[in-house]
């Protein structure tokens, strides 16, 4: 299997020779797993999925994430599933960090590689297989539609980063981009899951303190990243959980250059009650 740019885990066990201290971290605010947790012990498996194993990184808690779910997919050759998805309410993301798989959306094969992305709303007729020889790793994002009366439900698509063209945040000279796969003048979406990129010294300069959700899974490179009141040092293979309004900044120390995968919610209203059902379409 040809090597990409994205950290990829590949379980195993760890030796009894080595130390217990880590730097997994869970708290009210943030949560960090650090890649070495990744192993064999803590995987899990899914219904109506063949050959295929995950690491579950974030799902609906209380005290934990609210919004979203996120797995690392592993599809073995051979396998896959013609129901992925039971639930009828839920959209996806699926991001393609090794190997390769066919998704078949609404009766049309697409092949994604890496760097392959692909948004699926609810009630997509989809299924998925890896027909290589080799293992191929992918992230999946979950999360509920609030689908609002006068919108149209988006529609499914597939892209790969590489065709398209990184936004640099003003006054970064380029040291901060997003590479943002739905326009965030669509109001039809309610998450965003973008790619976002450090050159080395390149900083978030405050601490941003929004309402939006993040899971933020760290593709290439090191940074140090303010949690809350902690700086937490983190690198290709973690993953980060941040609740709405957690303090959050970033120093991309290189040598090489800094990236993750992000998720947010976004666009929509408020809910004024604690619990309260999302809005639907009948």
């Known amino acids: 299997m040809s090597s990409t740019p994205y950290y990829a885990p590949h379980g195993g066990h760890p030796a009894q020779t080595e130390l217990l201290t880590d730097r997994a971290m869970f708290t009210e605010a943030y949560a960090v797993i650090p890649k070495g947790v990744l192993r064999d012990i803590v995987t899990s498996h899914l219904p109506f999925w063949d050959n295929t194993r995950l690491w579950v990184l974030a799902r609906p808690l209380s005290g934990f994430a609210e919004t979203f779910s996120q797995y690392i997919m592993e599809v073995g050759p051979g396998g896959g599933s013609e129901r992925p998805e039971l639930d009828e309410h839920a959209e996806g993301v699926l991001f393609v960090v090794e190997g390769e798989i066919a998704l078949t959306l609404e009766g049309v094969e697409h092949k994604l590689v890496p760097g392959g992305y692909a948004f699926i709303p609810p009630r997509t007729n989809w299924s998925l297989r890896n027909r290589g020889a080799d293992c191929a790793r992918f992230h999946w994002v979950r999360k509920h539609y ?76 090191k940074a140090v990243y303010r949690l809350n009141q902690d700086w937490v040092e983190v690198e290709a293979g973690d993953f980060m959980w941040l609740r709405a309004f957690c303090p959050q900044a970033c120093y991309a120390g290189g040598p090489s250059r800094f990236r993750y995968l992000l998720y947010k919610d976004v666009n929509r209203q408020m809910k004024l009650t604690l619990g309260a059902p999302q809005t639907r379409r009948a």
């Open 146 to 221: 609030e689908a609002v009366d006068g919108l149209p439900q988006p529609e499914p698509f597939v892209k790969n980063e590489q065709d398209v063209e990184p936004i640099p945040m003003p006054g970064t000279e380029g040291r901060w981009v997003t590479t943002r796969f739905v326009d965030t003048a669509d109001m039809r979406h309610d998450m965003h899951v973008n790619i976002v990129t450090f050159q080395p010294g390149g900083v978030i300069p405050f601490a941003e303190t929004h309402v939006m959700e993040h899971g933020l899974y760290v593709l290439e490179g």
